[in-house]
């Protein structure tokens, strides 16, 4: 066990843990951050994306030493019911999902990818989530929601 610190979601976090854990697992099992979705379990599918800094980060194949002293953002921290983040906005506006499995880990790249790049074209939010798999095929309604919430965040 060692002890790890971090700031998730906003808050500073201290947890004695097994550092050669998955960052995955430490966020669902020890933190019951559920969220964060088990996919492939290889980095290949996206759905367990956290943000680490601004950038989107698969945490099944990311060993929980390494983030120590970064700022982590699950989709719990993107926003809330009550307050919903503009791209969690749009999602529901453009009705952007089918079972929602892979839906965390997008809104993750997405957010991602407008704190690098507030204003994408459609071929740079194609690219953005282009590691992310739905198995529903609802890529296309996705794109369009992500390009709605850049507009509103935008016109804000
Ligand atoms: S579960 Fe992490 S990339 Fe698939
Ligand atoms: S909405 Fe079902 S996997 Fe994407």
Redesign the pocket.
Known sequence: MTTIRFKLNGAEMSIDADPDQTL?SALRETQGLRGT?????????????VLVGDHAV????TPLWSAADKEITTIEGLGTAERPHPLQRAFIAEQAMQCGYCVP?ILISAAALLRQNPSPTETEVRAALD?N?CRCAAQNRMVRAVLRAASELAAS
């Open positions: 995955l979705h088990f996919g492939c379990g290889a980095g290949e599918c996206g759905a367990c994306c698969t945490s099944c194949d880990g590691r798999l």
